[in-house]
């Protein structure tokens, strides 16, 4: 039991990962129909975002001998790369995916896939092969519950995923913001002639979906504190099958899907060899998709890519 | 649905009528295309073997009169990127070597090519499609006879034609978004390596030959073929749910099949597990590899002009419609999958053994993202546009080959723009009409009577 509990843990603080990747994924998908593959190198981008962010926060502490505890570097270090990643991710908006506003579905994703190329080999050719490790932000300190071994670190990851998807999810139900986007996601042809200016809205959706990568970003460079240029093809693919795996248009959706494939990914090496992983995910995913061929919140609708 | 609406080719004034009728000064570009409008597929077919012979026998002689230190492989693209200062000599090598032989035997043996174009389109069109083929062949023999590295482009290259032909009847033809290309090739990879392996290889794995090594060139379509079957009977885990399902979740559908065919062969160890097979026998030749490229894009292209093409493509525009038209969306679905990865396999099945490795690795999402590449640059829904695309990509990267890193941000900055302007394709929906292709230009001087 103490076991299983064990893995609870971890298998949380993994699907928070994917949860918050998958957030972006979806609000781009359920929003403008399109498949931002570029999204897990701007989840890559914005850990090194964080890295930089992180390392300049902590010379400018040793440089000028302000003694700033690691809590507020790090809370720093999120706000101050998230903003930063929304910038990335409406340019890669307004480079990659506003031309092709009208162009077929598939085109847009090919563009998603050649932008997330670009990311990749920018960031080899600037910074090298060799992988960066992250800045040890906060001590690391464990604690026994009841035969359960936590680390703060853990808290603060799922914690933190946590309220960055509670306050999405308020954005997106409460605001006025939220609100035309739900309009556009429920049908992005008429509520453009409503007033509803996509221009406005889909940077929006992008800066949204960065800022989330980014700290998911941070977030694993906490856990695990080595950076590597491909880490996003890793981690951004598998995020983008819990996304839509979750339905189109729900965010709920996708963030649970993301935490269901955290569980499946830190429990199958319980039982199974850990080389089987991806190969017991993929088909539970394939036997869930045939269920439920739209997902786990999705309602039927016409999905044929406009060619 | 865009569809690029071409004029019939017949009522288009060719530029040379146009100049003798005098109506408009033509510049020089145009001065050039009329020049050349007269010379026929076989012309430049003529024009290019000329080219090679050039090379073959003089190539050594003038690339050491302009100081380049071997003949350039590539047209001269490598040694441009590697020593700037040779450009001039590797530019003039290109135009003396390719450029002005070509031109000029095309032009000038326009009249007879002319002539035996007009024999050869009054005769049956297997036999005009044979001498071509072959003319062609004989081109690229001699061309790749010269180095290595030229054959391995090559094979690649052809390899690739199949790959984006056979993707483009699922992703272009059908209107599906399908991700599961990578794992059709792996699985007639690794079918047709094991089967060789297992009965004319000495290998550590599937123990000694069984069969002898000299039957082994004969029987190696076989296993060709059995792979390609293979990755087809794997295509109905795609082609099964997209009865129920289309677009997105079928493309997640198939991303997951990818993943799933690429762990589980790193799970069976009896084929070498993550690291792979190798020591395959050498047997993928270019003139194999050539005919099983040229069977696919005969099989291909007539199937997607068949009743079952037309039928593809109305199940893409309106599947209810489709149905409501008598098309059997089921069968129909199922032979486009089916077919599309037997030919994935096939392809794979000569990669795996142009490249005597395989691992499960060869097939990811990189060899995704590059197919696709291809499929899209070259042009959904047309023959023509996948060979285009397949060719010019493949030749691009080889050619940037020298910029190393910096080859993956050129490479994926064209195909953004390439997509920005066309995003169908460079060459989207075009018919691949043999016949037409293959007819005698009748225009202006080039005429033969």
Same mark, same amino acid.
């Given at each position: 039991?103490?076991? @299983?509990?064990?893995?609870?843990?971890?298998?949380?603080?993994?699907?928070?990962?994917?949860?918050?990747?998958?957030?972006?994924?979806?609000?781009?998908?359920?929003?403008?129909?399109?498949?931002?593959?570029?999204?897990?190198?701007?989840?890559?981008?914005?850990?090194?975002?964080?890295?930089?962010?992180?390392?300049?926060?902590?010379?400018?502490?040793?440089?000028?001998?302000?003694?700033?505890?690691?809590?507020?570097?790090?809370?720093?270090?999120?706000?101050?790369?998230?903003?930063?990643?929304?910038?990335?991710?409406?340019?890669?908006?307004?480079?990659?995916?506003?031309?092709?506003?009208?162009?077929?579905?598939?085109?847009?994703?090919?563009?998603?896939?050649?932008?997330?190329?670009?990311?990749?080999?920018?960031?080899?050719?600037?910074?090298?092969?060799?992988?960066?490790?992250?800045?040890?932000?906060?001590?690391?300190?464990?604690?026994?519950?009841?035969?359960? @071994?936590?680390?703060?670190?853990?808290?603060?990851?799922?914690?933190?995923?946590?309220?960055?998807?509670?306050?999405?999810?308020? @954005?997106? #139900?409460?605001?006025?913001?939220?609100?035309?986007?739900?309009?556009?996601?429920?049908?992005?042809?008429?509520?453009?002639?409503?007033?509803?200016?996509?221009?406005?809205?889909?940077?929006?959706?992008?800066?949204?979906?960065?800022?989330?990568?980014?700290?998911?970003?941070?977030?694993?460079?906490?856990?695990?504190?080595?950076?590597?240029?491909?880490?996003?093809? !890793?981690?951004?693919?598998?995020?983008?099958?819990?996304?839509?795996?979750?339905?189109?248009?729900?965010?709920?959706?996708?963030?649970?899907?993301?935490?269901?494939?955290?569980?499946?990914?830190?429990?199958?090496?319980?039982?199974?060899?850990?080389? !089987?992983?991806?190969?017991?995910?993929?088909?539970?995913?394939?036997?869930?998709?045939?269920?439920?061929?739209?997902?786990? @919140?999705?309602?039927? #609708?016409?999905?044929?890519?406009?060619? | 649905?865009?569809?690029?609406?071409?004029?019939?080719?017949?009522?288009?004034?060719?530029?040379?009528?146009?100049?003798?009728?005098?109506?408009?000064?033509?510049?020089?570009?145009?001065?050039?295309?009329?020049?050349?409008?007269?010379?026929?597929?076989?012309?430049?077919?003529?024009?290019?073997?000329?080219?090679?012979?050039?090379?073959?026998?003089?190539?050594?002689?003038?690339?050491?009169?302009? /100081?380049?230190?071997?003949?350039?492989?590539?047209?001269?693209?490598?040694?441009?990127?590697?020593?700037?200062?040779?450009?001039?000599?590797?530019?003039?090598?290109?135009?003396?070597?390719?450029?002005?032989?070509?031109?000029?035997?095309?032009?000038?043996?326009?009249?007879?090519?002319?002539?035996?174009?007009?024999?050869?389109?009054?005769?049956?069109?297997?036999?005009?499609?044979?001498?071509?083929?072959?003319?062609?062949?004989?081109?690229?023999?001699?061309?790749?006879?010269?180095?290595? /590295?030229?054959?391995?482009?090559?094979?690649?290259?052809?390899?690739?034609?199949?790959?984006?032909?056979?993707?483009?009847?699922?992703?272009?033809?059908?209107?599906?978004?399908?991700?599961?290309?990578?794992?059709?090739?792996?699985?007639?990879?690794?079918?047709?390596?094991?089967?060789?392996?297992?009965?004319?290889? +000495?290998?550590?794995?599937?123990?000694?030959?069984?069969?002898?090594?000299?039957?082994?060139?004969?029987?190696?379509?076989?296993?060709?073929?059995?792979?390609?079957?293979?990755?087809?009977?794997?295509?109905?885990?795609?082609?099964?749910?997209?009865?129920?399902?289309?677009?997105?979740?079928?493309?997640?559908?198939?991303?997951?099949?990818?993943?799933?065919?690429?762990?589980?062969?790193?799970?069976?160890?009896?084929?070498?597990?993550?690291?792979?097979?190798?020591?395959?026998?050498?047997?993928?030749?270019?003139?194999?590899?050539?005919?099983?490229?040229?069977?696919?894009?005969?099989?291909? +292209?007539?199937?997607?002009?068949?009743?079952?093409?037309?039928?593809?493509?109305?199940?893409?525009?309106?599947?209810?419609?489709?149905?409501?038209?008598?098309?059997?969306?089921?069968?129909?679905?199922?032979?486009?999958?089916?077919?599309?990865?037997?030919?994935?396999?096939?392809?794979?099945?000569?990669?795996?053994?142009?490249?005597?490795?395989?691992?499960?690795?060869?097939?990811?999402?990189?060899?995704?993202?590059?197919?696709?590449?291809?499929? /899209?640059?070259?042009?959904?829904?047309?023959?023509?546009?996948?060979?285009?695309?397949?060719?010019?990509?493949?030749?691009?990267?080889?050619?940037?080959?020298?910029?190393?890193?910096?080859?993956?941000?050129?490479?994926?900055?064209?195909?953004?723009?390439?997509?920005?302007?066309?995003?169908?394709?460079?060459?989207?929906?075009?018919?691949?009409?043999?016949?037409?292709?293959?007819?005698?230009?009748?225009?202006?001087?080039?005429?033969?009577?």
């Amino acid at each position: 039991m103490e076991f @299983f509990l064990q893995n609870m843990v971890n298998a949380l603080q993994w699907g928070s990962f994917y949860a918050l990747i998958a957030l972006g994924y979806s609000m781009a998908y359920s929003i403008m129909m399109v498949f931002n593959f570029a999204h897990g190198d701007i989840f890559m981008t914005g850990a090194y975002i964080g890295f930089g962010v992180a390392s300049l926060l902590l010379a400018f502490c040793l440089a000028s001998g302000l003694a700033m505890p690691g809590w507020t570097i790090l809370s720093l270090t999120i706000v101050i790369s998230m903003i930063l990643t929304s910038f990335l991710g409406v340019l890669v908006e307004r480079v990659g995916y506003r031309p092709l506003r009208s162009a077929p579905r598939a085109s847009a994703a090919i563009t998603g896939l050649m932008i997330g190329i670009i990311l990749e080999t920018g960031n080899l050719a600037i910074l090298g092969a060799r992988r960066l490790s992250f800045p040890e932000l906060i001590q690391s300190t464990t604690y026994d519950l009841g035969g359960i @071994f936590v680390t703060n670190k853990k808290i603060l990851i799922v914690a933190v995923s946590l309220a960055l998807m509670f306050a999405l999810h308020q @954005f997106i #139900h409460k605001t006025r913001w939220g609100m035309a986007m739900r309009a556009m996601s429920y049908d992005f042809e008429v509520v453009p002639l409503m007033g509803v200016s996509l221009n406005v809205l889909a940077p929006m959706t992008f800066a949204i979906g960065s800022g989330l990568a980014a700290a998911a970003g941070i977030l694993y460079g906490l856990a695990y504190p080595v950076l590597d240029p491909y880490m996003g093809v !890793l981690l951004g693919w598998k995020a983008f099958v819990a996304a839509i795996l979750g339905g189109r248009g729900s965010i709920l959706g996708a963030a649970l899907a993301g935490f269901i494939l955290g569980f499946i990914e830190i429990f199958v090496p319980m039982v199974f060899p850990s080389t !089987l992983r991806d190969l017991i995910a993929y088909s539970i995913i394939l036997l869930i998709l045939t269920f439920r061929p739209y997902g786990f @919140f999705g309602q039927p #609708h016409s999905t044929q890519l406009r060619l | 649905m865009r569809r690029d609406e071409q004029p019939p080719a017949n009522t288009r004034p060719s530029m040379d009528e146009l100049s003798m009728q005098g109506q408009a000064p033509l510049s020089g570009m145009q001065r050039i295309r009329a020049a050349f409008a007269g010379v026929p597929i076989l012309g430049w077919l003529v024009g290019i073997l000329c080219a090679v012979f050039i090379e073959r026998y003089f190539g050594d002689e003038i690339s050491y009169q302009l /100081y380049l230190p071997k003949v350039p492989v590539l047209f001269g693209c490598l040694i441009m990127f590697k020593k700037p200062l040779l450009i001039p000599s590797a530019l003039a090598y290109v135009t003396l070597i390719y450029v002005v032989p070509i031109a000029a035997s095309a032009r000038l043996s326009a009249v007879f090519t002319n002539r035996i174009a007009a024999v050869l389109d009054r005769g049956p069109i297997a036999l005009s499609c044979l001498i071509h083929v072959g003319l062609l062949y004989a081109a690229l023999h001699y061309w790749a006879d010269l180095s290595d /590295y030229r054959l391995l482009v090559l094979k690649l290259t052809m390899i690739a034609v199949m790959l984006t032909l056979s993707i483009n009847l699922i992703n272009g033809y059908m209107g599906e978004f399908s991700c599961s290309h990578p794992g059709f090739m792996a699985l007639g990879a690794y079918s047709s390596s094991v089967l060789t392996l297992f009965f004319f290889g +000495n290998h550590s794995l599937f123990g000694p030959a069984l069969l002898p090594a000299a039957l082994g060139p004969y029987c190696f379509p076989l296993a060709l073929i059995i792979g390609g079957l293979i990755a087809s009977a794997g295509a109905l885990v795609v082609a099964i749910p997209s009865f129920r399902t289309r677009g997105d979740y079928l493309a997640i559908i198939s991303l997951a099949f990818l993943f799933i065919v690429k762990s589980l062969i790193e799970n069976m160890e009896w084929v070498g597990g993550p690291r792979g097979i190798s020591g395959h026998p050498n047997w993928s030749s270019l003139p194999v590899v050539y005919m099983w490229m040229i069977a696919c894009i005969w099989v291909i +292209n007539n199937f997607v002009r068949s009743i079952y093409g037309k039928a593809l493509n109305a199940l893409r525009d309106n599947e209810m419609a489709a149905e409501a038209m008598t098309v059997n969306t089921r069968k129909t679905k199922m032979v486009a999958f089916m077919l599309g990865a037997f030919w994935a396999g096939v392809a794979g099945g000569l990669f795996a053994h142009v490249m005597r490795f395989v691992n499960p690795g060869t097939f990811g999402i990189q060899r995704l993202a590059e197919i696709l590449a291809m499929l /899209y640059f070259g042009g959904l829904n047309s023959v023509v546009g996948s060979i285009f695309g397949a060719v010019s990509i493949n030749l691009i990267s080889e050619m940037l080959r020298p910029l190393e890193l910096y080859k993956w941000i050129v490479i994926p900055l064209i195909l953004i723009l390439v997509m920005i302007y066309r995003p169908s394709g460079l060459l989207a929906f075009r018919e691949f009409d043999v016949k037409d292709i293959l007819r005698p230009k009748h225009t202006g001087v080039g005429r033969g009577e």
